[in-house]
């Protein structure tokens, strides 16, 4: 029996050096890669910085030289000067095409990897960059190409559709994650539906009512609209999973249509033309009545607003509204090239884009409502288009067609 044990705590002693020697080489791998992730974004973000510090002093000196040449009348100075301005000018459009392509918040995570044993690969975890898409400063967008200039191509196409299903499906509302995923909301499945940018299915879930339009609420955590019966869902968003967090029952009982988040308060829009200002505990507090359903909303960051879209038909009725958080309304646009109008969303320059579901296009508008064009019509095969969400220069929209099969996609645009 001594001898036993003595072999038995040996083993013991043993094993537990081999899992130390184990978990330090892992460990070290884990940190060498944390390390080198960090060190690379980081030299990235240093190259960016000199690049425009570079040209923002030749700028500086190209100007200061132009106005010593016109205070001592050298006319050839004058040119040549003038000439590399405009040369400068160019370039620095084009970083800031580039930049406004790459503008990203940056972190990077250690996250557990659940379900693993203690010597396996990913005992010590892994290391996640997340990148989340930002807006350069809008005094300088000017400087880029403007996304009001830009024309349209179609980069992809995915199906919605899952094997549990029992119709084929409704998409009402859709969502662009920071994380790079597209959450989908399925009227007829009554389901919310998680894919990768790329069209991968990830996940779904189950809803009490039927899921109409989606907002953000953080960069993880999402509000849906509900009718049948009217409420707001909130869905957490992680690790390409969707799970209900809460369910705010809306005091008045409408159905609710559309939704945003702005000022830590979400703003729902309700079948019978009204938009309410909704806290947690479902209280609602009147902010206008339009005259028709309110089928979507969205935040403008530029201008601090709620757009809204009113489903309207009739010539003369308003189309595009905004609302103030004081409760003032301006009419954007009425119905014309936009006949009722449901999905709606904004982009990092203040440009409103449209759904017109009984006009089968996709429109593109000042925020004032004074420029408009038609980015996709029915000859691009946009038919009773219904939802859209703008992440970048790229956006995502849902198509209603009369033919079942083409209610199963989405489609993936970008303005270049």
Known sequence: MIQNQEVALQSISGLRQKVDKRLDKLQKYITDEMITLFKKEKRDMEASSRQCERLMNGMKNTLKSSINAVKQNDNIETIVLYQRGQSEVESCRTLVTMLCKSFTSLSIEHQIVPGHDIIGDNAMGKIVVGKQPRCIPWSHIDLANPMSERRVKEIGKFNIKSPSDKQNSYARGVMCMPSAQIVVSDFYNKKLKLFTDKGQYLNEVIVRGNPLDMCLVNKNTIAVAVSSPGCVHLMKVKASKLSLTSAINVSNGKNCYGITHTDGRLVVGTGEGEVYSVTQNGAADLLYRYNNTCRSLT???????????????????????????????????????????????????????????????IVQMSGDGTHVRELLTSSDGITYPRAIAVCGDTFVVTNTSITDDERDYIRIFQLV
């Open 299 to 361: 935040h403008d960051i530029k201008k601090g607003d709620t757009l809204v879209s009113v489903n309207n038909t009739n010539p003369g009725d308003v189309a595009v509204s905004r609302l103030s958080a004081d409760k003032r309304r301006t009419d954007v646009a009425k119905v014309g090239v936009v006949r009722e109008a449901r999905g709606i969303d904004v982009d990092r320059e203040g440009n409103i884009y449209v759904c017109g579901g009984e006009s089968n296009n």
